[in-house]
């Protein structure tokens, strides 16, 4: 094997570990944002469903949007916090 191309390897080995190490680290903020999403979709969703069976139109969708927002902003404080 040529020093070429055992320092296209070595290069290749610290790119990946280095790869890997940015991906285990950027795993806590991936799953604050998806806590994020999550929230206000099923509170919103909730608070759609509750509106269509009683008939309040935007009322229970709104709080629910807006609980979704404060309790995903929580989540997302404590993640990112916890650091």
Not at 10 to 26: D, V
Request: no cysteine.
């Amino acid at each position: 094997m040529s020093d070429k191309e055992q320092d296209r390897e070595i290069f290749l080995a610290r790119s990946l570990r280095y790869m890997q190490e940015s991906l285990r680290n950027s795993g806590p903020a991936v799953v604050a944002g998806y806590t994020l999403i999550g929230a206000i979709l099923l509170l919103g969703g909730i608070g759609y469903g509750i509106d269509a069976w009683r008939g309040t139109s935007p009322l229970f969708l709104i709080i629910g949007l807006l609980l979704g927002i404060v309790v995903g902003f929580f989540e997302l404080a404590k993640i990112v916090w916890r650091k």
